[in-house]
């Protein structure tokens, strides 16, 4: 917790404020906080006003999917630091482009994408050990997941 004060100069009244981290997602690096406004401190009952706010994340990361292993979907969950042209791409485990779930521009913080279990070509594919690719300005990240039958 973090706690901050501060006056507002015109009527010798202060203002407390502190914060609060709600929620560490250790898989993608993100930090969800609040920040708690205690306004007019002094002949007042304190009023308190929440704001909520998101840190960004500080490296290109992939967390694991979800459900895991899966069929015949999963959830990928990946994080950028700064906004710019993303792709997320599965290959398979001989290194084969099976599907392109993101290739376009994306703001920085924190996307899902999910992918069905097909192929680019919309055909399912078999069992087997696969893996998401993440790139964005030159980083990459990758993951590796289990789809079942």
């Not at 009244?13 to 993100?30: K, P």
């Not at 609040?34 to 500080?58: H, R």
Request: glycine residues 10%; proline residues 5%.
């Amino acid at each position: 917790m973090k706690l901050s004060t501060a006056s507002d100069g015109f009527n010798d009244r202060v203002r407390v404020y502190f914060s609060l981290t709600t929620d560490w997602d250790a898989t993608v690096g993100v930090a969800h906080s609040a920040v708690f406004n205690a306004l007019d401190l002094g002949d007042a009952t304190p009023i308190f006003v929440q704001e909520e706010y998101t840190t960004l994340p500080q490296a290109v990361t992939i967390a694991q999917n979800y459900p895991n292993p899966f069929n015949p979907s999963t959830t990928i969950g990946f994080t950028l630091p700064e906004g710019g042209s993303a792709s997320l791409i599965i290959y398979n485990i001989a290194g084969q482009k099976i599907r392109e779930l993101v290739s376009e521009s994306l703001a920085a913080g924190r996307h899902t994408a999910v992918w069905d279990g097909k192929d680019d070509g919309g055909a399912p594919v078999s069992a087997g050990i696969y893996f998401a690719r993440l790139t964005c300005g030159g980083l990459t990240a990758t993951g590796k997941m289990v789809m079942v039958k």
